[in-house]
């Protein structure tokens, strides 16, 4: 049992009061409850259903938790509630769950992305629980005059042995809520989890399959309008006029004007897109006439200039050049083919690699390349807003609503307090919702308008606006002694408008002559956070090579990558390495013996793949087969090390998600651009997996340990490029080197 201080930092400290109608509430950050009868929620005091707190414990014993972070799918909002509510004590078959606004006065990082939601939460949430458990204990002590010592908790009851009394936590809910809250807790041993550890269903499950209301295009307001976008057809335009006297005119239609997003002086966050801030709003009363007026809107388009943006970033304030003119996919190919022959900024260098090349036995070299990816949410972009003079009200999709917050104020002309965002759930999210441009758009539209309205993307909108995975490229050289001894190892990697290269990753660390270079291009092509950024390439593009090394070597693939581990565990080269090689030899281990690595069915292709990043280790064994001269993933075998599994059940359909997903982004995930316009608006020609694609069967094992929780939404995703790869070239004998790799399967291998 640890014992950790309940002020956990400036803004997040733990709070008690009272209800008004009796009872106690806890707050920092969240809430859940005990779940009552139809009867017994009617007579709640109104004031429990006011979710702004952490734990509310009504003195009818009604316990709230809140989940406070968006949900789009990774399954926050049952998940973090399941640790407040084992610290807390109570029992998960009587908790209900309640969504969270955005309030960050009162939550701490309320955000959902990069894999960091559990592991940020881990602590806050068990304080809080653990506190809120030692104040009722106490309460209980103070009224049966006995040590608090000796009073024990279970399932939302005290229990005092000796005397034999008991009590449910809401008869002393009122008297908790007056006492001082302790300075210290002391959480629980994790052998006795009774939540956390086992799986739970999903909190919003029932309302999922039966269809309620939950996403902001579910939103209907009495006088709510309609309103959609016209962008520039394609990258590099902005609006050069608008004839608007032909749609004005048309059934249903309030008004058709343009609008900017940014205001000329604004001082952008990193979350401000670049993406079109010049656009045309189509306002009317129902969806049907505004898509017909979008439709016959006639406007014209010139191009934009080099623009110079002030943007204040994680690494500070820079001035970043947005380049004007239409750009495309063979001009941004030739660049980057060019620019990877120029010299690179240097980001680590071990050893003399260029001697170890020099005196090398072999020398292999190799060169991977991966196009811009567009998310694809199942629910296109959307939003509610209502904009008055006194206050706005939003309700969309948002990862992170802080980050928006200042472009909505500043857009506005209001201050952040008089603005409400209320967290609808996602259709997805996969990064592109931590951008939220479409709610400025929504809000803009609505205080021009005076009325609430719904605004919304189609498809065709959603795929051709922008914020798409970057495109990359990485060269990799690797140096074998006469022994087959890996000895030199160097990757040079670049993209628009990043590299890719992770420097202090694997197998820096492992190899004594190592050298990491990057490079990147500037482009008006907007990019933004993608599933796992940059991982989603290099880890392909790394593991691809690994496992040609391993071949060049004569070494079984994976005990090639235990070797360098081995080497990296034992006499680590640099102070930098970023991986634990013990944890990450762990799950190749494990991988090994679930998928019977030396027992391959005949009839298999087999191609494996390890990563770590976000924090955790994954490793993959990925079994195709050849189907009517065709490739069939047959299954995939993972493990996973992420620390301690809070809702296992949760944990393997995220992972199995992670999978699909990037099976099918390996063999056809692709955006292009000719002349500035992408190439694909619609599933009919941007190619998604199908259903007849997905593995027969996927395997989700984890590493059993005490480790606190990390990231598990992305990890599992990067390593399947490298697994799909390696396992074509078993089947196929050739090497892919470019995604989607459909581009080099011939015809007769993939009628697809």
Not at 525 to 531: L, S, Y
Request: net charge negative.
């Amino acid at each position: 049992m640890s014992t950790v201080k309940t002020t956990l930092n400036r803004r997040s400290f733990l709070k008690a009061s009272a209800l008004a109608g009796g009872g106690m509430m806890l707050s920092f950050s969240w809430l859940a409850g005990c779940k009552p009868t139809k009867e017994e929620t009617l007579a709640m005091p109104k004031e429990w259903f006011e979710l702004n707190s952490y734990i509310k414990i009504g003195n009818n014993g009604v316990v709230t938790l809140m989940s406070a972070n968006p949900e789009f799918g990774s399954n926050v909002k049952t998940s973090m509630p399941m640790i407040l509510a084992d610290e807390l004590d109570v029992d998960w078959e009587n908790v209900i769950v309640k969504q969270a606004d955005f309030y960050p006065q009162r939550f701490d990082r309320q955000f959902t992305g990069g894999s960091q939601g559990i592991r940020r939460g881990w602590e806050p949430l068990r304080t809080a629980g653990a506190t809120a458990r030692q104040m009722l204990v106490m309460a209980a002590a103070k009224n049966w005059k006995v040590p608090g010592e000796e009073i024990t908790t279970e399932a939302g009851t005290l229990h005092h042995k000796s005397s034999g009394k008991k009590a449910g936590y809401g008869e002393v809910a009122s008297l908790a809520a007056t006492l001082d809250i302790p300075e210290e807790v002391k959480l629980k041993e994790i052998k006795d989890f009774k939540v956390i550890g086992h799986s739970k269903k999903n909190v919003e499950g029932q309302n999922i399959v039966t269809g309620k209301p939950m996403f902001a295009m579910d939103r209907d307001e009495e006088d709510m309008l309609i309103a959609m976008i016209a962008h520039p057809p394609a990258f590099g335009l902005k609006v050069k006029s608008v004839d608007t006297s032909s749609v004005k005119n048309m059934p249903g239609i309030k008004d058709v004007f343009t609008f900017t997003t940014l205001k000329d002086d604004y001082e952008r966050n990193g979350f401000d897109t670049t993406t079109f801030t010049e656009l045309i709003a189509i306002v009317g009363n129902t969806t049907w006439e505004v898509m017909n007026a979008k439709k016959a809107l006639k406007a014209e388009w010139q191009e934009t200039p080099d623009k110079e943006v002030v943007v204040q970033g994680w690494q500070g304030k820079e001035k970043v050049l947005i380049p004007g003119g239409i750009e495309s996919t063979d001009g941004h190919k030739a660049q980057m083919e060019a620019t990877a022959k120029k010299q690179a900024q240097e980001l680590r260098k071990d050893g003399d690699p260029e001697k170890a090349f020099a005196n090398a036995a072999k020398v292999i070299e190799r060169t991977y390349s991966a196009p811009y990816l567009a998310h694809n949410c199942m629910e296109p972009v959307n939003c509610f807003a209502h904009v008055t003079k006194d206050k706005a009200e939003i309700y969309g999709p948002i990862q992170a609503p802080e980050f928006i917050m200042q472009a909505l104020s500043a857009r506005l002309g209001m201050p952040r307090e008089k603005i409400q965002i209320n967290l609808a759930r996602m259709g997805g999210g996969f990064g592109q919702r931590a951008y939220g441009h479409h709610m400025v758009e929504a809000a803009v539209i609505s205080q021009k308008m005076n009325a609430p309205v719904k605004m919304m993307y189609t498809r065709e909108d959603d795929m051709s606006y922008g914020i798409y995975r970057p495109t990359y490229t990485a060269t990799y050289r690797a140096a074998l002694d006469e022994n087959n001894n890996l000895i030199a190892f160097h990757v040079k990697g670049g993209g628009i408008p990043e590299h890719p290269v992770a420097a202090n990753r694997f197998p820096a660390g492992a190899v004594d002559h190592y050298l990491a270079e990057g490079w990147a291009l500037k482009s008006n092509i907007t990019i933004g956070a993608f599933r796992a950024p940059r991982s989603n390439f290099i880890a392909g593009a790394e593991q691809s090579f690994l496992d040609e090394v391993a071949e060049l070597a004569g070494k079984d693939p994976i005990d090639f990558r235990l070797e360098l581990l081995e080497r990296a565990k034992n006499n680590p080269v640099g102070e930098n390495n970023d991986y634990d090689p013990e944890r990450y030899a762990g799950v190749l281990k494990l991988v090994k013996e679930k998928s019977k690595w030396n027992e391959k069915p005949a009839d298999v292709h087999r191609g494996v793949s390890a990563y770590f990043c976000h924090n955790s280790y994954v490793a993959e064994v990925l079994d195709l087969k050849m189907v009517d001269n065709m490739p069939k993933v047959e299954k995939v075998y993972a493990a996973v090390d992420c620390g301690i599994v809070v809702n296992p059940d949760a944990a393997k359909n995220m992972g199995e998600g992670a999978i699909v997903d990037g099976i099918g982004n390996a063999f056809f995930g692709e955006m292009t651009f000719v002349d500035g316009v992408p190439q694909k608006k619609n599933f009919d020609q941007y190619r998604m997996i199908r259903q007849k694609e997905v593995p027969e069967s996927i395997e989700v094992h984890f590493v059993q340990n005490e480790h606190d929780p990390t990231g598990l939404g992305e990890p599992l995703f990067p390593p399947v490029f490298a697994a799909v790869a390696n396992a074509l070239y078993k089947a196929t004998g050739k090497r892919f080197y470019n995604q989607p790799f459909v581009q080099d399967l011939q015809t007769s291998e993939l009628q697809m």
